[in-house]
């Protein structure tokens, strides 16, 4: 017998000597001992304290002294999780670390949108796939601005240029959406609720057989497992509800309802379509992540826009009604990179001093008097869409429209806005480089060596 990751639950401590007497039978058949330091007794029905640790162990040299070196704790890990007082956020710290860890190391890479994009669904959102298969994460709020906030810093963009339903839009533009990480971790746990489906039933019912009579009058009213002491949903119960569709699961039912081919969803114990071929978690999340995505995605880019642009300039700008769905008919005949540009200057992704809040506010880094390094000047930067121009050899338009593609796209003027966001970006940082803009001025900024990326 190998006694390696084997839990259980006790109602007190003398049912320890049950135990105690198994694992002392099967020492003598294999060979094998428990190492009693790499044990844990976790407390449940209150975080434990000095005094209650003691009295544990000392109980344990009265009746089990082989055992009384386990480690007495309020919370321990266990297959990969926490259990015990603030198991969730205990579970969830560590893969929130390697998010973050792996976040700073992408966002330091030279890689393309789209390749970051790929890159971060792949290594970066995953890390929480494990843990989310049995356990929520405690606050949604926070973990939803974690993955905003790690979304915009790969794709290096300011802080809140993308709402999170456009944060997980952004495919038309980008060819690929990050992932939305709430509803991939749902999709994960109704993926293993329903593989266990019929094993967690049962376990739940011997659990509720076992308690008997001593099942409170509120777990009994609503037949739930019962809290132990812990302030937060049991892993089996989550499990339940997840299967369905029920407690935190209960806001993805309208969806689910709407979908016609996920009528098994609410049927637990109807069969897995043939055609799923065991592609379950993809396709509930292909319908929970509707609910984090735009339900109109040209009327997002517009109030975006008016966002980007201000109230005053806004009011003024006059652009066709469909001129996002001309644009990115547009965008299909240039390089993704390109099309990837133009969408971070629409949502205004430019690392400005203004927009990044920086202790210092520069003046143009490319010479115009008396403005400000802020993104409504540069749409119209007569020196930095001169140099755009030229190394294009295309001419700039006139109108603030044109410049933006709202009005009459082309492919020849994408490039062009492209080129001046990537322009910009370039020069600001090699200026930096050398000293900051303001001290290498701007003739010294229009002289550095711009070489226009493949657009």
């Not at 495919?171 to 329903?194: D, G, Q």
């Not at 309208?254 to 379509?273: E, G, I, R």
């Not at 390089?335 to 969408?343: E, I, L």
Request: glycine share 6%; aromatic share 8%.
């Amino acid at each position: 017998m190998c006694a390696d990751d084997i839990g259980s639950a006790l109602r007190a401590l003398k049912h320890l000597n049950i135990q105690h007497s198994i694992f002392r039978m099967c020492a003598k058949v294999s060979a094998m001992e428990l190492k009693a330091t790499k044990c844990f007794l976790i407390v449940s029905i209150r975080e434990p304290d000095e005094h209650l640790k003691q009295a544990v162990r000392n109980w344990l040299v009265a009746n089990i002294p082989d055992w009384k070196d386990f480690q007495i704790a309020g919370a321990a890990k266990y297959l990969g999780g926490f259990l015990g007082h603030n198991a969730p956020a205990l579970t969830f710290q560590g893969p929130t670390e390697k998010f973050l860890a792996r976040v700073d190391e992408l966002s330091s890479s030279q890689a393309p949108s789209l390749g970051t994009i790929l890159r971060y669904n792949e290594r970066v959102a995953s890390v929480f796939s494990y843990v989310a298969q049995v356990t929520e994460h405690p606050d949604p709020k926070n973990f939803k601005s974690l993955e905003q906030r790690g979304v915009h810093k790969v794709l290096k963009l300011p802080p809140n240029c993308m709402s999170r339903q456009l944060m997980h839009s952004c495919e038309p533009f980008l060819l690929k959406a990050p992932v939305a990480i709430t509803s991939m971790c749902k999709a994960a746990m109704y993926r293993f609720a329903r593989a266990e489906s019929e094993f967690l039933t049962q376990l739940k019912a011997e659990v509720l057989g076992l308690l008997g009579e001593e099942q409170s009058v509120a777990g009994a009213s609503l037949v739930r497992v019962p809290f132990g002491g812990l302030p937060f949903t049991p892993i089996l119960e989550s499990l339940l509800e997840a299967l369905r569709i029920k407690g935190t699961f209960a806001p993805f039912e309208p969806l689910v309802k709407s979908c016609h081919d996920l009528s098994w969803v609410l049927c637990p114990s109807q069969p897995l379509p043939p055609s799923l071929g065991g592609k379950v978690q993809g396709k509930i999340y292909e319908c929970f992540s509707r609910s984090e995505r735009c339900v109109d995605f040209a009327q997002a880019m517009s109030r975006k826009l008016v966002v980007t642009l201000g109230d005053e300039v806004s009011r003024s700008l006059r652009v066709p009604a469909d001129w996002v769905s001309a644009l990115l008919e547009v965008l299909r005949n240039v390089r993704p990179h390109t099309a990837s540009c133009v969408f971070k200057s629409l949502i205004g992704g430019w690392t400005t001093s203004a927009r990044m809040h920086e202790h210092t506010r520069l003046p143009c880094i490319f010479g115009c008097r008396e403005q400000p390094d802020e993104i409504n000047h540069y749409f119209l930067c007569s020196p930095l869409w001169q140099i755009a121009s030229q190394s294009l050899q295309i001419e700039a338009p006139l109108g603030l429209a044109q410049r933006l593609c709202t009005e009459r796209p082309t492919p020849d003027s994408a490039r062009l806005l492209a080129l001046v966001f990537s322009l910009y970006h370039f020069a600001k940082s090699r200026a930096k480089e050398l000293g900051g803009a303001t001290s290498v001025g701007p003739n010294a900024v229009q002289k550095i060596d711009l070489r226009p990326p493949v657009l």
